[in-house]
């Protein structure tokens, strides 16, 4: 039987390059968004290989992802795997300074939208004793960094909620993976700095980010390791990214 895979945030980054990699390899495809003409180009592309249904969907609206996701046609009801990938950083100010709509925005969306879709989608897999969730956290939610603030601690939120789900389904054939990608070239600085292209390409220069596409093949090698193997936690970064010493600031 064809396989379903239903990723949020599928209008670019991470979530387009995924829906690519599956589509390429003959999986049907949900795609969640709230861009629709993104959502309907990618259909009139990826339709010609697969089965593709898009949904319009901003995940922070509680009522329109339980609406949206309970009528899912029959055919593609039956989800084997959910990709919680929508999700963003706003500004880089210090908290102090930092502008609280973004704050809220950060946290509905990468949290509160997360636990919305998993609570949606998580009945059906159970009824079935079958599925993978792969969360989409960041390396930001384990180490810290100056401007981080509420981003890191969204996603130190899905690391958390992951490992939960996992102590919750022991005993069911479902699977949990967090994955933490560290500097990956995306829209997502694009986001950051408010549609600030030159300061987002800032970001990538002269060094070699991750792609969406390693992602994209990262998610794909979770779907079709054995069903017995659950990576818990699996934290990427580009070779050309490592710590920094330890901030220490002395008085002149
Ligand atoms: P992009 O900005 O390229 O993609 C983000 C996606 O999230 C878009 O498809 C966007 O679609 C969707 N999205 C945002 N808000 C909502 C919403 N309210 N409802 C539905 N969809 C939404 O960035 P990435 O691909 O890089 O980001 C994907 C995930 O990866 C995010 O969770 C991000 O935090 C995480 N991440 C990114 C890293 C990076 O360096 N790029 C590193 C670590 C983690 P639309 O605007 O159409 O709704
Ligand atoms: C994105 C990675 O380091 O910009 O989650 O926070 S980082």
Redesign the pocket.
Known sequence: MQKTILITGATSGFGKACAQKFADNGWQLILVGRRKERLKEIKKELSEKVNVYTIPLDVRIRKDVMTKLSSIPGELSQIDVLVNNAGL?LGLEPAHDADLDNWDQMIDTNNKGLVYVTRAILPGMVERNSGLIVNIG???GNWP?PG?NV??AT?AFVLQFSRNLRADLLGKNIRVTNIE????ETE??IV?FDGDVEKARKVYQNTKALTAGDIADIIWWLANIPEHVNINNLEVMPTFQAWGPLAVYREE
């Not at 990608?181 to 990956?184: E, H, K, R, T, V």
Request: charged letters at 10%.
């Open positions: 950083a960041s390396i930001s960094y981080g981003y890191g996603k990608p560290g500097l990956a997502f600085s950051r």
